[in-house]
């Protein structure tokens, strides 16, 4: 069992501590994404000088290629990726729904085409689990069915019903291996119906799982129905599990999160969008290839301690994004990493001293230039 | 003036430390391409950490992106590059002949388009140091005409005298400037014609410059040609100024190089290769993308201790060049960037020791699998 040992509560937010085999990750935190085994454009080295202290990897990318065998040949994840810290592996199914060509889904198994080569791949959730423990994260994924998130009802209870059934299945295979070294996370759907969401994440609590994620959300509902379904976790799942909301970085949707009982998030948003030359800061945002930056010796963020500022102009990082030089985007990823960490800290920060309301009503007014915050904790 | 300070010999070879208001460099030493003011690929921490002391940063591409006015403003190509240590900048002219569309030149002038936006610009010897002045690198290049590798006697005649014209010139707007802070190197031209060789390095020598460079090798004209040349340097530059073989960087040519007492080499060698898969070890190159990789858990050279040695194997970077990821060419750049370090350390160490022959025939036995070294010195 993963130990996850909460510290300080402020309404539903909390802060924790979830140790791993690799390490300890100080909650709420943030997890960047590093698809094939590389969070893209850094080294783990700048990966751990940026404050993270966990990564993810996506099981779907990487069993279809270098694939999962080779992978354990080669040492397994954290060798692959030269990473010694926690690494958190999802179970391919998100990627199935969402970049693979899906060719048929029943409560057996999903068969999806290849994007890689175009081969037919079979996905039951055994294997999603087996695939898992040769890549040898120390949080691995059930696998779960994702609905679009325009489902209508009897298709997301379909959903629910098969991801739940695949949880016991997962939960299954995973005890019987070695499983104290990786810890097996279920996923509750059931879209924006209350009472889908409730009966998932029962049947989940029920299954006495190491941690509980929230799938499903972030596919188009909007901040208002996301903030409504997150209003009702905190009592869903038990205080001593950690609760991860899967796919969501926007700052103002990981407040929002946080203070409704979420400990953990995952994102491209950071490094993506630091690839198309956006960064990160407590005033919003910069377009490092925008014409008014050409001249400018200032750093992104004067205030900021992240290599990229202590030793950059905006005006170089304009001219390297210009002559497409691969140091921008390293550059711009290195910044935003370090931003959203520094970001999670002040959040973990205040909620241990009671103040992330006040403190979340003055990064949203500086981040959006004003837009009123939604952090009451109430759906 | 550049201080230079000859420390031993072995032969002609020797070691050396040249002193540059930002920091000493031990010669004889390689000195990597950041052409547009990045070393493409690494940060200036990742090259510092590789053991390199000095960068070269190309004039040609700067003066037309961002502009000599915009580094300026910006604070000097240190600050662009963020890179505290010593720089070198090229005059422009090589790219000019290789890169540009070429329409005029003389006597007065280069008359070219820019390959970037097709603009037509103008660079003149007073122009050339102008630009590197507003550059601000600590070793400073004068204009020089570079013929192609097959031009007859009377072009490289030509290109001889001009090339020394325009030294002078270049010296009279240097010693205008702060000069101290900028050390202006002349370059011989002459091809393969000893007697133009000789012409060029004595009207050189006779500025009395910081240091010299020769150009207009490694135009194909093989290595014979090359040993040949260098074989007459140490007896027509004075020993108390750095050596320069520009373009230089195959490990072979620069073995034969420095026993001829060349102090300085700069190449795009290891950084391309590493680009193009191609690593750098002693005992030969490795193709990272090869399918004889994909299972192999060790890194690419067990004794070596970069950080991409230290933190990944072969499995891993072949992956990572397969998956198409930023980190596979900047991990072998790390690699390649330190295997030079580590070369030039050894030379020097065996140039202190009295050892180059020796050493040198077993690094080429080594590297190219037991082809004959011509290190003896001889033309």
Known sequence: MLPFEPLHTDGKARTGRMTTPHGTIDTPAFVPVGTAGTVKGVTPDQIRRSGVQMVLANTYHLMLRPGADVVAELGGLHALMGWSGPILTDS??????????????????????????????????????????????????QLDECPPGDAARNQVAVAVDRSIAWARRCKEVWREGDWEKQALFGIQQGGAFEDLRARSARALVELDLPGYAVGGLSVGEGPAEMARVLGAIDSQFPPDRPRYLMGVGEPRDILAAVARGIDLFDCVLPTRNARNTQVFTWTGRLRLRNARWARDPDPIDARCRCYTCRNFSRGALRHLFLAGEMLAPTLATIHNLHFFAEFMKAIRRAVTEGELDRK???WLAGMYGGHAADTSGSA
Chains 1, 2 share one sequence.
């Open 92 to 141: 391919g199914g998100f990627q199935v729904f969402s970049l693979a060509h899906l060719r048929q889904i029943d409560d057996e198994k999903v068969v999806f085409q290849s994007h890689v080569d175009g081969a037919t791949v079979v996905l039951t959730p055994e294997r999603a689990v087996k695939i898992q423990r040769r890549l040898g994260a120390d949080v691995i994924m």
């Open 360 to 362: 979340a009503a003055q």
